[in-house]
């Protein structure tokens, strides 16, 4: 069953670009770039990814774009805008003439203030987005999920999607209180989740496929199969696990599941979310 990968990153490496790459991520003080992730795609029968960003700069985002204009298996680009800026207007205008700008992402997980989604500025600038047919990357740690219902519930017609299961707390097998506070948000209907990430928030030398089954299961059930999507988080995920393993992964838990169901999860839900034109070849 073909694949849409709907979350992963490039970037030329350079140290004061991407300061979060810490001595303990050799692995990511490369280059990782499209013909790097083509092979991988093809490999594992997947027919395309989208590209989000990793680096807070409008300079990025339009280099994505350009990446997306190049590579026809880019099927998509998740940029950053500067939400909060009285100029948002004319940078969504201007960045959303490229039709390869399928939504929005702000890495709130680095903000020192743990209520900054709350910002006025920043709830007005999300709900902008809509008008442009963009959607939201939601990126944050477990303990904000509280803060990130009552944002939701301040937004309009904003599609949302919560990045890496909201990154609970694998590695120390904590499911509460993130099992209850990411099934407060699922009921949210404008919210999706990816299933990504999951691996770097367990041990990264030591994870199981058991240690992982509890967060799967939680967010199945929250969810439901209509609103997840499945990504890699490559290269990221190569802290803990090549692209290979990361489909074998979903690959084994949706075993049992309905074509139909399974068609969704890996297909449908994120060339829906993001309206993704596929490649005719």
């Given amino acids: 069953m073909q694949k849409i990968d709907s979350h992963q990153h490039f970037w030329h490496y350079h140290p004061s670009t991407h300061g979060w790459i810490n001595d303990q991520m050799s692995v990511?003080?490369?280059d990782f770039l499209p013909p790097d992730l083509?092979?991988?795609?093809?490999?594992n029968n997947v027919l395309g990814c989208v590209a989000v960003q990793a680096s807070q700069t409008l300079q990025e985002t339009e280099w994505l774009l350009s990446l997306a204009d190049q590579h026809s298996f880019i099927?998509?680009?998740v940029g950053w805008v500067n939400l909060k800026s009285a100029d948002l207007p004319?940078?969504?205008?201007r960045l959303a003439q490229n039709p390869n700008l399928k939504g929005i992402r702000h890495v709130i997980q680095d903000e020192p203030d743990d209520d900054f989604m709350l910002d006025p500025d920043f709830i007005r600038g999300v709900n902008q987005l809509p008008?442009?047919?963009?959607t939201y990357d939601l990126l944050i740690f477990e303990h904000h999920l509280p803060v990130?219902?009552?944002f939701l519930n301040q937004l309009h017609d904003v599609k949302v999607v919560v990045d890496h299961i909201a990154k609970p707390k694998i590695a120390q097998a904590e499911l509460q209180p993130w099992q209850k506070n990411i099934a407060a948000l699922a009921r949210k209907s404008s919210s999706y989740c990816k299933i990504s990430g999951m691996?770097?928030?367990a041990d990264w030398q030591h994870w199981r496929y058991d240690n992982l089954v509890p967060y799967l299961d939680t967010i199945v059930e929250a969810f439901g199969p209509?609103?997840?999507m499945i990504g890699s988080d490559w290269p990221v995920c190569l802290l803990a696990a090549k692209y290979e393993r990361i489909m074998e992964i979903v690959n084994r838990y949706f075993e049992e599941f309905s074509e139909n169901e399974r068609e969704q999860i890996f297909f449908k839900n994120a060339r829906e979310f993001y309206q993704l034109s596929l490649p005719s070849n």
């Fill in 28 to 30: 990511l003080k490369q």
């Fill in 148 to 150: 990130a219902l009552n």
């Fill in 226 to 228: 209509d609103r997840l």
């Fill in 131 to 134: 008008k442009h047919g963009l």
């Fill in 38 to 43: 083509a092979t991988e795609l093809k490999a």
């Fill in 75 to 77: 099927l998509g680009i």
């Fill in 199 to 201: 691996v770097t928030e």
């Fill in 90 to 93: 004319n940078s969504l205008e």
